[in-house]
């Protein structure tokens, strides 16, 4: 079974993929289950703050609960079968918190580049991104994304944020703080949306591109290449947004129909909010994306979204709570496999060695966020990811072996 985190579901797992093809090899059946409030899954009229307050860790796992105890029955011959539950970020951290809460219901689970600790302050995230550009394009491809943001945030503080608009193709101009700070982090995005989710040759792609060029006068220019890049592809509107309220605005709006809510903008920004915090901020120095979006407005955009009871005190409680709840680094947990890739900055706040004799843990040198999901393809692959598929297929093959050994053992006595 394949959990859904903050996205509708297709049926594109269902087919191509590693469990898809370890389930027509060790004879199963293949489920993917829809998270509450994403996708087609409206429990609610619409997303105010009161409604939303339904949507919550705890209320998914027991949907999955719900869900096993559903298919055990309707299922012919399910009603013992062994049962893995695999996810991907934030899906695979519910898999692993499922296993914690809900141990008798699963068998074993494969959680591939799952956060674990709630963290308001992620400042990690921008650290791990800058250190994938080291690693792909060395020093100079470093201090090229370094000076290009050093040079950004001192045109806007010397009065030239109009010069910066225009490089950079702003929707709008850059007035306030708060336009800063949305616009270089999302600029700062742009950037470390390469190693979570491309391979290194893509990384090395950008390394090139950004330091063509080594006159320090151009460097704001250089990372806007790249940005520019990024817009075309993903922006429908192709300009970079850069309004803090009307961004705000925006994700207020609560019907279903509306962007924020069929993106899954809205639910997820109360899933951070509420207990999960996740917010990548430029604290540390050990990064090269500047220092304008600082963990600080990340409490004032909760605030912003969802009401004046989202403050940092509140916030803070709730991420410390969720932490005693769930264990964070060291949950409670057997028969979990954890898979995260060297370059994807969400490995910082996950599991990245052995748990325990029954959880080891898999860092793919060179590979990004799950890959490790998709069929094995002996032509694309790296030899690390192949590797990495084939002791995932092993692990999981022993556990389903265990399991169904185990139950003939147990009907026999």
């Not at 994306?289 to 605030?303: H, K, N, V």
Request: glycine share 6%.
């Amino acid at each position: 079974m394949f959990l859904s985190g903050e996205w509708d579901i297709t049926p594109y797992r269902m087919t191509n993929s590693l469990m898809a093809d370890l389930a027509e090899e060790l004879n199963g059946n293949i489920f993917y289950l829809e998270h509450r409030y994403y996708g087609e899954s409206q429990p609610t009229p619409d997303t105010t703050t009161e409604n939303l307050q339904f949507l919550t860790v705890e209320q998914a796992l027991a949907d999955t609960a719900h869900f096993v105890e559903f298919v055990r029955n309707d299922t012919p011959g399910a009603e013992d079968s062994p049962v893995i539950v695999i996810g991907g970020h934030y899906s695979g951290s519910l898999a692993v918190w499922f296993r914690q809460k809900y141990p008798h219901l699963v068998t074993g689970v494969w959680a591939s580049s799952s956060p674990l600790l709630a963290i308001v302050n992620h400042q990690q995230y921008k650290e791990i991104a800058g250190a994938a550009y080291r690693a792909a394009g060395g020093n100079e491809c470093y201090r090229a994304v370094e000076d290009g943001f050093t040079y950004l945030e001192r045109y806007i503080e010397q009065g030239r944020a109009d010069y910066v608009r225009e490089v950079f193709t702003a929707c709008d101009p850059i007035v306030s703080e708060a336009d800063v700070s949305i616009f270089i982090s999302l600029v700062s995005e742009m950037f470390a949306i390469v190693p979570q989710f491309n391979h290194i040759y893509s990384l090395v792609g950008v390394c090139d591109l950004i330091t063509n060029d080594t006159d320090a006068e151009t460097s704001i220019h250089r990372i806007a290449w790249h940005v520019d890049n990024v817009v075309s592809e993903f922006f429908q509107n192709d300009c970079v947004p850069s309004n803090y309220e009307e961004i705000i605005e925006l994700d207020r709006q609560t019907e279903w129909d509306d962007p924020a809510n069929m993106y899954g903008i809205r639910p997820y920004s109360y899933q951070l909010c509420t207990q999960l915090g996740w917010f990548h901020s430029s604290n540390s120095r050990f990064q090269p994306f500047g220092s304008s979006f600082d963990a600080r407005w990340w409490y004032i955009t909760c605030g912003d979204l969802f009401g004046d009871d989202f403050n940092q005190e509140n916030i803070d409680d709730n991420v410390n709570r969720f932490n005693n709840v769930f264990g964070a680094l060291n949950p409670a947990v057997t028969n979990t496999l954890f898979v995260h890739g060297e370059l994807d900055p969400w490995r910082s706040i996950g599991i990245q060695d052995d748990l325990n004799p029954s959880s080891p843990a898999i860092v793919i040198r060179g590979a990004s966020q799950g890959n490790d999901l998709g069929p094995i393809n002996e032509e694309e692959d790296t030899p690390e990811i192949l590797e990495a598929k084939r002791t995932i297929s092993a692990i999981i093959t022993e556990w389903i072996e265990n399991a169904s050994s185990e139950e003939t053992t147990s009907e026999e006595v």
